[in-house]
């Protein structure tokens, strides 16, 4: 039996990967260090000393990676290009890189795949941190040079272009918790990384229109649902409001209505730090743009009374959640358990606050707007047994596709504007500060010998985009 999906025509499924989870090749054909190569090497950094330096060897196997996308019958490909693959040194264009996603984007043509492109998925190059990274304003000029060079290679085949992908992480993991590369833990560094991410966004979707007026051209951020857990104690709806305002609100609404919250601000300056906006600077972040990706993985129940302390990743930052940083100072706000079904990265599983957030979001923002809502990310990482002939029954995984796939389909039948649907991810990958600990992907990597095998939930993620349908049953709701 299955479930028919309420989605409108023209719906795009797609998987959605990032280059230095998979590419490795970290030292070919002139590419040169990202803050991530460098943060690998920190002793304690990354979970069991990994590095990206093979990853998925995506770098040598795209060919076989394209022909698995074309088997499991994806409309679109979603990946990101390694900026010091392109921009080793400063000033420089390295053609071997530019000339490898042109392959690539060639052979997802081929194969009738649309290619989706992400400019940065958090690999800056080590050269350009060491110039202040984020925290710089004269990031934005280089992000845009290195933008011009890759739309002037790919531009003719690529029509889909997502300037960033979570800035949120960049900023507040990045440069206040230290979980995420460069490590570091400066708030007002954080705070200075998020206003010029989006100002680097702004410019280079101003810059992008400019030379191609008919590019589709968007930003993806994530988000969560803070609920407060207890709707009638100050504290838990405060914490839950402002965590909504940090990890929501700040990134949103400037992209879409042109400025920041005023509660972001004032809670910011109530620590000392302060965006460091200059005049015409929200004109350019909230230069219009043609489509709003949003990543989802959980909600969270989120208490204002702080509890024991928890545990640390192991370089010592705590573990991440997604809320705000509490290492920002900015909220007090602590996840409470609120019993349900967990995945490996400790994250609860709760479909319903993605349906929720979609419809939050067209009413508030986009819909008045005329943006649409794609999913460019959503997931679970589980840990996978092997079967004795090398098959993945991934039951929890194919369990938490499923519902959020019904998830999308309410959303939509609500009245929000959902174009698409990208799962996170189509290979199990390098996991950031997780290593390869973490598996995310709907195909399987046996990181030893490099083979793919798709797992159950790639088969039932195939079935659904040739039918339009989930399986009935289980958690699923009819």
């Known amino acids: 039996m299955s479930h028919p999906l309420d989605l409108p025509g023209g719906f795009v499924w797609g998987a959605a990967t990032a280059a230095f989870q998979i590419e490795g090749a970290t030292s070919a054909d002139g590419r040169t260090d990202s803050i991530w190569d460098t943060f690998c090497r920190v002793p304690g950094a990354v979970v069991g000393g990994d590095t990206g330096e093979v990853a998925c060897d995506h770098y040598h196997r795209w060919p076989e ?4 996308m074309a088997e499991l019958g994806l409309d679109a490909y979603r990946f990101s290009t390694a900026w010091p693959r392109i921009v080793p040194e400063p000033g420089r264009i390295e053609q071997r890189g530019l000339d490898f996603y042109s392959r690539l984007v060639d052979g997802l043509l081929e194969r009738g795949i649309t290619p989706w492109l992400t400019l ?3 690999d800056l190059p080590q050269w350009l941190e060491d110039r202040g990274g984020w925290t710089s304003r004269d990031v934005v000029d280089h992000f845009t040079e290195y933008a011009l060079a890759v739309h ?5 085949r690529v ?3 997502t300037t960033l992908n979570e800035p949120w992480c960049s900023a507040f993991l990045g440069y206040a918790g230290g979980q995420h590369a460069p490590g570091r833990q400066e708030p007002q560094a954080a705070v200075s990384a998020l206003h010029h991410l989006l100002l680097a966004h702004g410019r280079v979707v101003q810059e992008l229109r400019a030379v191609d007026p008919t590019a589709q051209l968007g930003i993806t951020l994530n988000f969560t649902v803070p609920d407060p857990v207890d709707p009638s104690d100050e504290a838990d709806v405060r914490a839950a409001a402002l965590s909504d305002t940090m990890a929501n609100r700040v990134f949103v609404e400037p992209v879409v209505l042109g400025a920041y919250p005023q509660d972001a601000i004032d809670a910011l300056a109530a620590v000392g730090t302060a965006l460091p ?5 929200l004109e350019v972040i909230g230069t219009p743009i043609d489509f709003l990706g949003v990543n989802y993985y959980t909600g969270t129940a989120v208490t204002g009374h702080a509890p024991e302390p928890t545990e640390v990743m192991p370089n010592g930052a705590p573990v991440e ?3 705000s940083n509490p290492s920002v100072g900015v ?3 602590y996840p409470v358990s609120r019993g349900l079904p967990r995945t490996a990265m400790d994250w609860e599983v709760q479909p319903e606050g993605l349906e929720r957030l979609l419809v939050r979001l067209h009413r508030d923002y986009t819909g008045p707007a005329g943006i649409p809502l794609y999913v460019t990310e959503n997931g679970s990482a589980f840990d996978d047994e092997v079967g004795p002939d090398g098959e993945v029954d991934d039951v929890e995984r194919t369990d938490y596709l499923v519902q959020h796939l019904a998830a999308v389909s309410d959303a939509v039948a609500a009245g929000a504007d959902v174009r698409g649907y990208f799962a996170w991810s189509l290979l199990d990958n390098f996991e950031w500060a997780y290593g390869y600990e973490k598996r995310f992907g709907i195909v399987r990597v046996d990181f030893e010998t490099q083979a793919r095998t798709p797992k159950s939930s790639a088969r039932t993620y195939a079935r659904a985009i040739a039918t339009g349908a989930v399986p009935l049953g289980g958690t699923v709701r009819a």
């Open 65 to 68: 990676d394209v022909a698995l």
């Open 120 to 122: 940065y998925h958090w």
């Open 152 to 156: 002037g290679a790919l531009g003719d």
């Open 159 to 161: 029509r889909h272009w």
């Open 277 to 281: 906006v200059r005049d015409g600077d």
């Open 321 to 323: 959640r997604p809320l």
């Open 331 to 333: 909220v007090d706000a």
